[in-house]
Nanobody
Framework: QVRIVESGGGLVQPGESLRLSCAPS????????MAWYRQAPGKQRELVAS???????SYADSVKGRFSIWRDDTKNTVYLQMNSLKPEDTGVYLC??????????????WGQGTQVNVSS
């Protein structure tokens, strides 16, 4: 079973940067669209950034110009570079995605999330 694993969260001060990583574990044949969401306390889960297999990216208005998503298909890894972080960026960041596994079956998965805290 393919599972997504995130890493890279932590506690930073406003204005600082963090890079999150997301990769599926297990045998992967292909990786389709991947996306980062965030869940802040008391708020609905929101889509932060997405990256299709064709290279198209999209961002929430609140992070445009500060966040960047890209993928390294040689490592089956998606990254989210977060610059100029603000306290309102605090939350659990979750990665989701899908594709075809090594057995030729479709997989879709969510990670457990990585906590990002932006505070002075």
């Amino acid at each position: 079973q393919v599972r997504i694993v995130e890493s890279g969260g932590g506690l930073v001060q406003p204005g600082e940067s963090l890079r999150l990583s997301c990769a599926p574990s297990g045998s992967i044949f292909s990786l389709w669209a991947m996306a980062w969401y965030r869940q802040a306390p008391g708020k609905q889960r929101e889509l932060v950034a997405s990256h299709t297999s064709a290279g198209t990216t999209s961002y929430a208005d609140s992070v445009k110009g500060r966040f960047s998503i890209w993928r390294d298909d040689t490592k089956n890894t998606v990254y989210l570079q977060m610059n100029s972080l603000k306290p309102e960026d605090t939350g659990v960041y979750l990665c989701s995605g899908g594709g075809i596994d090594g057995a030729g079956k479709r997989w879709d998965s969510w990670g457990q999330g990585t906590q990002v805290n932006v505070s002075s």
